[in-house]
């Protein structure tokens, strides 16, 4: 990886300009270093850059990630696809999980998540086109997921996630951020306490952030291609 410190500007600065063009303020947008595939000591670089929130995606990488960073105070978020059998590892080592999306794993999260640790962060994921290959609620099964989030205990509910579909000559993404928007915007309506739209990756920050994104998960232009199995 050449420069940390370079890429890590870029990224805030890419930010700021976003926020500036959409008229918000820069603070409303957090960064989410996503460091699935990349070592344990790129993560440690951006750390030591102030750089404290991370993204993993594949439960035993994680874990191995985080014991070799143990002495950092660091901010973990699992993005990856839940299996009902592993939550208790997420329940006990994230801070945030952002890709719940079945009542099933909500139960299991809460049931499993240590007593006297602070209540995990929880963000709904959205299958925001209805791919049938993709994890995520239904639009339309998003509310009650939250509800329930809302009445389990060790569960802190915090907003939604997506993953829209891919970019191409027929198909722009913007118009996925601009749905996760209205979504976010009438269950805040109805008094569902969110304070997270998590949505824009390397490819797309701008229009996500026009839509409303409160949170941008970028992989790539931090840490570099991944290598093509680690997606
Ligand atoms: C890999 C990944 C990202 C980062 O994508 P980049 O295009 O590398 O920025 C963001 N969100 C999720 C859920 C991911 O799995």
């Not at 594949?58 to 696809?81: N, T």
């Not at 299958?127 to 509800?147: C, M, S, Y």
Request: charged residues 30%.
């Amino acid at each position: 990886m050449n420069d940390p410190a370079e890429r890590l500007e870029k990224t805030r600065n890419r930010i700021a300009e976003a926020c500036r063009a959409a008229g918000r303020a820069p603070g409303e947008v957090r960064l989410l270093a996503v460091s699935k595939t990349h070592p344990a000591e790129q993560v440690r670089a951006f750390a030591a850059l102030g750089q404290l929130e991370f993204g993993e995606n594949r439960l035993e990488e994680a874990l191995e990630k985080q014991a070799r960073l143990g002495d950092l105070r660091l901010v973990w978020h699992f993005i990856g696809h839940i299996q009902s059998r592993k939550t208790a590892d997420v329940a006990r080592r994230f801070d945030w999980v952002q890709s719940a999306d079945r009542e099933k794993v909500l139960r299991r999260l809460s049931a499993q998540r240590p007593k006297g640790a602070p209540p995990l962060n929880v963000c709904i994921q959205v299958n925001i086109d209805r791919e049938p290959q993709k994890a995520g609620a239904n639009p339309e099964e998003t509310a009650e997921l939250a509800r329930l989030c809302l009445e389990l205990p060790g569960l802190e509910l915090r907003g939604l996630m997506c993953i829209p579909r891919i970019a191409s000559a027929s198909y722009d993404p913007a118009d996925s951020y601009a749905r996760m928007f209205e979504l976010y915007r009438s269950l805040r309506n109805d008094g569902l306490p969110l304070d997270t739209l998590s949505m824009g990756m390397s490819a797309d920050l701008e229009a996500a952030v026009r839509h409303g994104s409160t949170m941008i998960r970028i992989g790539t232009d931090l840490f570099g291609p991944r290598p093509p199995a680690g997606d």
